[in-house]
């Protein structure tokens, strides 16, 4: 390995007025660079407390330090000029590849150059502290030549910092070690190359020949002494280890396994170790329109999509990961007081319950799509279906290990609390910002919330007013049936008193509601696919039609979880085959990597937060049930 000084040159921009860079003259690539990757082109790592986005140039682009919720360090992605980024890439043209280290969330990004190949391998040792980003680059053929750029913006690009190289406290005076300070944060980069300050980055250049290797480890300050060669490669082999072994218990042995396998592990990054809390997704603001404003923070933990991710965990046979669900579960209702027991929608990760939402003016959004916003305005939403979601999770849950008196005791307020308020309207699984009404997925999930009581209750023996739960969910029961349904459109409907479609009304059968061959069903199915159905590809509901949401702009993706829970409605009506060929054309809209973020766009791109918990969940319960049905090869 050799290095060089590091030139004297601009800050790199990321892109000019007409939306390309000419990376070429910077030495970072191609010319006519796009400002913005692709969603789906970005890789994922993380160490069970936070995320990383690493893009095919060699680019993190997003990265929050510490936990999901923290303001950014590097955030490229919502800001190609002022977002922050810490990029690793050959100098001058080259192709590639990502592959992850199978069975791991160790991402290798290999460059193809006309000098010989190179790879950055990536990876946060899981769960430790201090965490730490390390990215280790590998020649592995001929020489390359690379450059790295590690340009941090701290606080979402709201603080300044400055960059001190070889700041040491013993006064060692090394030139492998990059200090950046701001008004609100320190972070530190160890190396195992020289660095120079070049403005608000910290800049180098190295050439690395066959098995010639070079690190980059970036970690909170005083760190730095924990790093070397051999701490790189150790931690290396931890992460490894750890991935596997965790993945080894997973019991999935059907058809797409590694599809399912790779969804539990997104699933796993998705988590936060110290509490058990599952965030929607590690990203804020991807846009579900390009141009539009339906942006929003899913770095939160919503308690549909947990209990969601909990039951898809207890079907792969991961039950510590459902228990630590809920623990936290347990820990949210035990701080509802008196007579209202009602949980939020959505918790912070620590279980913090205000989640006032901020638009962040001074950063563009991804490809100009604004507002950018943390927070989330819909955590004092009603949202009466989380409850049947809830009672879903903790009665599978309790069929594995029994559930505590306590959680009990927090569940039975909440019933009681639901029996009188089950009728409000409410804002609905889409989390309209319109007004609230009469959704038939929220009725219905409260049918399913009294009846997944009773099951615990008559299972366990546990005490509790039987009597006048049988009573409401009979009532509730009757009155989707009633009013839920239209004549007219010969289907289930979003609200009593409309006729438009939604694509919730697809999980009828799949929570035991209604019989998957009832010809009330078979009539909605059919309803949907003409209505909502785009080859695979399944929208929620006809937006130009539907409840007004409170945005302007009706424009949006297909809802990827939406057209798994077709595949899974299609099998349980016996339609296998049908199902089949809409799940395998569902994985072409995977990632190269095996991600999906929210949702499909017109031309098959990735639109919304990424990668989406909600989808992958979907994933492996379609999976999980055509497999079933489908019997052993």
């Known amino acids: 390995m050799t290095t060089e000084p590091a030139e004297e040159a601009p800050d790199r921009p990321r892109g000019d007025a007409e939306g390309l860079e000419l990376g070429g003259q910077w030495g970072w690539g191609p010319p006519h660079e796009p400002r913005y990757r692709a969603i789906e082109s970005y890789g994922l790592i993380g160490d069970l407390r936070t995320a990383a986005l690493v893009g095919p140039d060699g680019a993190i682009d997003w990265f929050c330090p510490g936990r999901f919720d923290a303001p950014s360090l590097f955030a490229a992605i919502l800001d190609a000029d002022k977002g922050g980024f810490f990029r690793i890439a050959p100098v001058g ?65 709201r603080s300044d910092h400055r960059v001190v190289i070889a700041d040491q406290p013993a006064g060692l005076g090394r030139d492998d070690q990059a200090r950046f300070i701001s008004d609100v944060q320190v972070t530190e980069l160890s190396a195992s190359v020289p660095m120079r300050a070049q403005g608000p980055a910290a800049d180098a250049h190295f050439t690395l020949g066959a098995g010639d290797r070079a690190w980059f480890v970036l970690h909170p300050p005083g760190a730095g002494v924990l790093w070397g060669d051999m701490a790189v490669e150790g931690a290396l082999n931890e992460t490894r280890d750890y991935w596997r072994r965790w993945l080894s218990r997973c019991n999935y042995r059907g058809r797409w396994r590694e599809m399912v396998e790779r969804s539990a592990i997104t699933l796993k990054l998705c988590t936060y170790s110290p509490t058990g809390a599952m965030v929607a997704a ?54 509802t007081q008196g007579d209202d027991p009602q949980l939020q929608i959505v918790y912070g990760i620590d279980g913090e319950s205000d989640l006032r939402e901020v638009e962040l003016t001074h950063l563009e959004g991804y490809r100009r799509s604004g507002p950018v916003r943390i927070g989330n305005g819909a955590y004092d939403q009603l949202q009466l279906d989380v409850y049947g979601e809830l009672m879903d999770a903790i009665y599978l849950y309790n069929k594995h290990e029994p559930i505590s008196y306590d959680l009990w005791s927090s569940v039975r307020r909440i019933l009681d609390w639901l029996a009188d308020n089950w009728a409000q309207p409410d804002e609905g699984i889409w989390e309209v910002r319109g007004g609230r009404r009469d959704f038939v997925y929220s009725r219905m999930m409260c049918w399913v919330a009294f009846e997944r009581a009773l099951r615990i209750q008559l299972f366990r023996g546990l005490p509790g007013d039987s009597s006048n739960w049988r009573r409401v969910r009979d009532t509730i029961y009757e009155e989707v049936m009633e009013k839920g349904w239209s004549p007219s459109r010969r289907a289930f409907v979003q609200y009593y008193g409309g006729d438009v479609l939604d694509a919730s009304n697809l999980l009828m059968p799949l929570v035991k509601f209604i019989g998957p061959r009832d010809p009330r069903m078979l009539a909605t199915l059919e309803a949907i696919e003409r209505d909502l159905v785009s080859d ?98």
């Open 282 to 335: 590690p990203t804020t603001s991807l846009p579900e329109a390009i141009g539009g404003p339906r942006n929003w923070d899913y770095r939160y933990a919503w308690l549909r999509d947990s209990s969601f991710t909990a039951f898809a965990f207890l079907r792969l046979g991961f039950y510590e990961e459902a228990g630590r669900f809920m623990d936290w579960l347990e820990a949210r209702s035990r701080e």
């Open 93 to 157: 043209p080259a192709e590639t590849k990502q592959i992850y280290l199978p069975d791991t969330a160790i991402l290798y990004t290999r460059f193809y150059t006309p000098q010989g190949v190179g790879e950055i391998v990536d990876f946060m040792p899981p769960d430790r502290e201090p965490c730490a980003l390390v990215r280790m680059v590998v020649g592995v053929r001929g020489q390359v030549q690379f450059r790295m750029r590690c340009q941090p913006a701290f606080d979402y690009a």
């Open 536 to 633: 695979s590809l399944v929208y929620r509901y006809d937006p130009l039609e539907a409840s007004d949401d409170g945005l302007d702009g009706s424009e949006e993706g297909s809802f990827s979880l939406c057209s798994f829970w077709l595949v899974e409605t299609l099998t349980r009506a016996g339609r296998t085959e049908e199902a089949r060929l809409i799940f395998e054309k569902m994985l072409s809209y995977a990632s190269n990597l095996g991600l999906y973020a929210e949702q499909v766009g017109d031309t098959g791109e990735a639109l919304g937060n990424y990668p989406q918990a909600f989808t992958h969940l979907g994933l492996i319960s379609a999976a999980w049930d055509l497999n079933r049905a489908l019997g052993e090869d």
